[in-house]
């Protein structure tokens, strides 16, 4: 058994698909409310964090 490794998206992905800066991304990233790793010193986010993300502040009712 297999299982699918997660779908890893670039900064500009995460600002495109939450529709907010560069900056912001970073900002979400440093204070951990975003999960991202390093590939080779690129910085990926994972889809499952950017949901997660978007779940959190619509339980917040932000």
Do not use: N, W
């Not at 698909?17 to 991304?25: D, F, P, Q």
């Not at 010193?41 to 932000?62: K, Y």
């Amino acid at each position: 058994m297999t299982t699918a490794a997660p779908e890893l998206l670039t900064v500009p992905e995460v600002m495109a698909s939450l529709k907010v800066g560069r900056t912001k991304v970073y900002d979400l990233i440093r204070t951990h409310r975003l999960v991202s790793i390093k590939v080779d010193g690129c910085r990926r986010i994972p889809a499952d964090s950017v949901g997660d993300f978007i779940r959190r502040q619509i339980e917040r009712g932000a």
